[in-house]
């Protein structure tokens, strides 16, 4: 598998420039970029959602640290819930065949 190459934001923002000039297309541009042609595509799409706040930084933590580690932690009582309800439902499958 490859690792993620990362991508400085004024390489992002040059890229959408360039594909929104037209002069060339989308496929030959990527190309020569060295980038998937879809990629281009997404990158456009996030500028048009977020303005100039597109691209803040690397990784896809969005907002501040203390909420990005709130999220992480209820991330992480969710999966241990979903477990812990798994694990009572084949309990309760279990006892139910127990009693017939």
């Known amino acids: 598998m490859r690792k993620r190459t990362p ?19 989308v496929a030959d541009l990527a190309r020569e970029l060295g980038i998937r042609r879809n990629q281009l595509y997404k ?15 690397p990784g896809r933590r969005v907002g501040n640290s203390a909420e990005a580690e709130e999220i992480t932690r209820l991330k992480r ?4 819930a979903k477990e812990d ?16």
Do not use: C, H, M, Y
């Open 7 to 25: 991508f400085s934001r004024e390489f992002k923002l040059e890229a959408i420039r360039l594909l929104e000039e037209g002069k060339k297309p």
């Open 43 to 57: 990158w456009k799409e996030q500028k048009d959602k977020r303005g100039s706040e597109v691209f803040p930084g």
């Open 77 to 80: 009582e969710l999966a241990q």
């Open 85 to 100: 309800t798994e694990i009572l439902k084949k309990a309760a499958a279990f006892f139910a065949r127990e009693l017939k």
